[in-house]
């Protein structure tokens, strides 16, 4: 089954910049959705932004979040900019069970990364 891993997450003052990444392996189709979200203590896995096989994406902060993938590299890419504080959080890339779906519904995913955790300072 597919392996995702995320990677790129870190320290980084208010009003910084992060790109992190989510490497996919053992993929067996080339169709694919993958979806970012992350989860602050004490709140709830809060989605971020998705992209699928064809390039269509979408995100939940808009101006300062962008997500791009690179097919040959079987990478997918979360550019975040202008961050804030209430972005600590662990983010996580998933899977969807459809390859064409890049909404917001948790259960539609089925694989998982370990996450990585990005912390924004004063």
């Known amino acids: 089954q597919v392996h995702l891993v995320e990677s790129g997450g870190g320290v980084v003052q208010a009003g910084g910049s992060l790109r992190l990444s989510c490497t996919a392996s053992?993929?067996?189709?080339?169709?694919?959705?993958l979806a970012w979200f992350r989860q602050a203590p004490g709140k709830d896995r809060e989605f971020v932004g998705a992209i699928n096989w064809t390039g269509v994406s979408t995100v939940s902060k808009q101006g300062r979040f962008t997500i791009t993938s690179d097919n040959a590299r079987n990478t997918v890419y979360l550019e975040m900019n202008d961050l804030e504080l209430d972005d600590t959080a662990v983010y996580y890339c998933?899977?969807?069970?459809?390859?064409?779906?890049?909404?917001?519904?948790?259960?539609?995913?089925?694989?998982w990364g370990q996450g990585t955790q990005v912390t924004v300072s004063t």
């Open positions: 998933a899977q969807s069970i459809d390859p064409l779906y890049i909404g917001n519904d948790v259960s539609k995913y089925d694989h």
């Open positions: 053992r993929r067996t189709s080339n169709q694919y959705a």
